[in-house]
């Protein structure tokens, strides 16, 4: 038996893994064309044509839509902005409640505070670590306008019984797609099974133009609301005749040519490098050594996921050491992924901390001093963000294990070196606890 890394031994492995980069030559070139054309944006802020943005926007939107079967495509700066436009879409404003995920990146509920709603915080199913519906049907009350429901680490939603509780309630049901692009529920795409959804192209995502997002809708009013939240709707409703004006607030979510080009070449890769992340989390969890304590979370039968995390379940009680150690021991034996230095290996406890934690929320604080829209006037509910609120996220936030081993980049000699290393640490789990029992 080899001696763990961590307890002076060496390491499985020292050599880099490969640079996750998949911008190639046809995003170069085609980069390089619209350079030429010297038309980086073609959008303009006033009721013409070119509200709608240049070529490389609107093909991009149409290609987009047609790849998630939607009726429209709406291309935004970031998943972010695309998020707010939804909520402004979706005509939540002072006094609504918007149900979100607390186990999620703070955009998915931040964006109900950027219309000056309310996020209320539902329970995650442990399942697929997404709302669950029964958590969802809790929180409704008469001031629920919307729900953000996040596909988490790629795994789709319960989104029959959320659509369900949605049409019954008259909730508009917004889905964040941002981890999940090319992922199927009941073999249709992510994306049009709620009201809207948005992707991200940012450079941690599947695919990315750096930063970059897109709004799929299949509602012909949402997608004109959109549009002009994204451009300067205040400045064009008047020529528009727009009759709400709702939301119809000043922002600027465009998407330049270049990275709508990049973003079509990366489009078209998309089913590509998604099944690649398929194929290398297959083969890891099928290889798997058995390790004390640790179980993969499944994936349901009826999804496709696309795997921007692959999760375990962790119980210390059953492997005899913590979390935090077993990641430390794993950590020692594997090194960091080229492009990514800085960042540790690919693998860590929990994810991003429950979102009701966070000083915004705990303080109360978002808009002004006055603790707007927390204490706005205009709403009649009463928040609750105390540690306890979401059980269910706070033990996966203490318990599991994300990783990302099934990058596109990897090989299968990549994924041997860190399957070596689980057997490497399975095989000294004595060692691992005599060492944390003395420490
Ligand atoms: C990355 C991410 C976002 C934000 O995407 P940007 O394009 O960076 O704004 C939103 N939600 C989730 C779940 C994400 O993972």
């Known amino acids: 038996m080899t001696k763990l890394a961590l ?17 190639g030559d046809a995003e170069k070139k085609k980069v390089m064309e619209i350079m030429d054309s010297g038309v980086l944006s073609r959008f303009l802020g006033v009721w013409h044509d070119d509200f709608y943005g240049g070529d490389e926007v609107r093909a991009f939107e149409q290609e987009w839509a047609q790849s ?26 002072p006094g609504d409640e918007v149900i979100v995920s607390p186990y999620t990146m703070a955009a998915s509920v931040t964006a109900a505070v ?8 539902a329970d995650i199913d442990p ?3 997404c709302l669950s519906p029964a958590s969802i049907r809790a929180k409704i009350t008469e001031r629920t306008k919307a729900i953000i429901v996040v596909h988490l680490f790629g795994h789709p939603a319960d989104m029959d019984e959320i659509m369900d509780i949605a049409a019954a309630h008259n909730i508009t049901v917004i889905e964040d797609c941002a981890q999940a692009p090319c992922a199927t529920y009941k073999g249709r795409p992510v994306g049009t099974l709620g009201h809207m959804g948005v992707f991200s192209l940012n450079y941690h995502k599947h695919i990315h133009s750096g930063e970059g997002g897109i709004i799929v809708t299949n509602d012909d009013n949402l997608a004109d609301r959109l549009a002009l939240i994204r451009n300067h709707a205040e400045a064009v409703v008047n020529g528009r005749e727009v009759d709400s004006l709702v939301n119809m607030v000043g922002f600027n979510f465009r998407l330049g040519e270049l990275e709508s080009g990049i973003a079509r070449i990366q489009l078209s890769k998309a089913p590509g490098l998604v099944s690649r992340r398929r194929k290398n989390m297959d083969y890891f969890n099928r290889n798997l050594p058995e390790v004390a304590g640790l179980s993969i979370s499944p994936a349901a039968g009826y999804v496709e996921h696309s795997y921007y995390a692959g999760v375990f379940n962790f119980k210390a009680a059953e492997a005899g050491i913590s979390r935090d150690l077993l990641i430390k021991a794993l950590h020692a034996e594997l090194p960091e992924t080229k492009m990514r230095k800085g960042h540790g290996p690919l693998i860590g406890g929990g994810y991003v901390k429950p979102v009701y934690l966070y000083p915004m929320f705990q303080k109360q604080i978002a808009y002004g001093e006055l603790g707007c829209p927390f204490k706005c006037p205009h709403y009649k509910g009463e928040v609750n963000y105390s540690a306890g609120i979401c059980p269910e996220t706070e033990k996966a936030h203490a318990t599991i294990i994300t990783h990302e081993y099934m990058q596109p980049s990897l090989a299968t000699s990549d994924i041997d070196d860190v399957l070596a290393a689980f057997e490497k640490v399975a095989d000294n789990m004595d060692d691992l606890r005599q060492y944390e029992s003395a420490s």
């Open 7 to 23: 307890l002076g031994g060496n390491p499985v492995r020292s050599e880099e893994f490969p640079a996750h980069n998949f911008i």
């Open 68 to 93: 998630y079967q939607a009726k429209h495509g709406i291309s935004v700066n970031s998943c972010t902005s695309g998020l707010y436009a939804a909520v402004g879409a979706a005509g939540v404003g």
């Open 114 to 121: 950027a219309f000056n709603a309310v996020p209320v915080f």
């Open 127 to 129: 399942k697929n670590f």
